[in-house]
């Protein structure tokens, strides 16, 4: 197969916290551009496991002891990336199982600097639309997807 044709299976996260706001964590190698917590699932891998394992590495929390999972979309989104993004990674784009959790302990502090990977630098609760409003353009509609879908069960 040729990679050019890979769509990578991502498994991303909202985390929210008693107030109904999301966490967002900031890129290291992209300052300003905040996004949720994902990544690649290996082969073998369920999208739910992945999420155990990237968030443990990511932002150092415990899925299972940390959080609630509240829900599960019902379907995969992809997005394809942009062709610079497409030539670096050598692949079309991604295709992605979300999940909604809720943190037990609002007052939980990441320590995002002592983690496995210094995938981020910083991180905030915020409002769902913000993060939303200022994504890259190709990850948008995706965004704004599950933006709607944690809304309406927020609600």
Not at 35 to 41: A, K, T, V
Not at 73 to 95: C, D, S
Request: charged content about 30%.
């Amino acid at each position: 197969m040729d990679n050019s044709d890979v769509f990578r299976a991502n498994a991303a996260a909202i985390i929210i916290n008693s107030k109904g706001q999301v966490l967002a964590l900031e890129r290291n190698d992209i300052p300003g551009a905040w996004q949720f917590p994902q990544g690649g699932i290996d082969r073998g891998e369920k999208p739910l496991d992945t999420l155990r394992r990237e968030i443990k590495e990511e932002i150092g929390l415990d899925v299972d002891k940390d959080m609630r999972l509240l829900a599960e979309y019902p379907l995969w989104l992809g997005y394809e990336y942009p062709e610079q993004v497409y030539k670096k990674f050598g692949r079309r784009g991604q295709t992605q199982k979300w999940f909604l959790f809720q943190i037990k302990d609002d007052s939980t502090q990441l320590n995002i600097k002592e983690v496995q990977t210094v995938e981020f630098i910083s991180w905030k609760w915020t409002d769902i639309d913000q993060v939303v409003e200022q994504m890259v353009e190709f990850k948008k509609a995706v965004y704004q997807t599950i933006a709607e879908w944690v809304k309406e069960l927020l609600h």
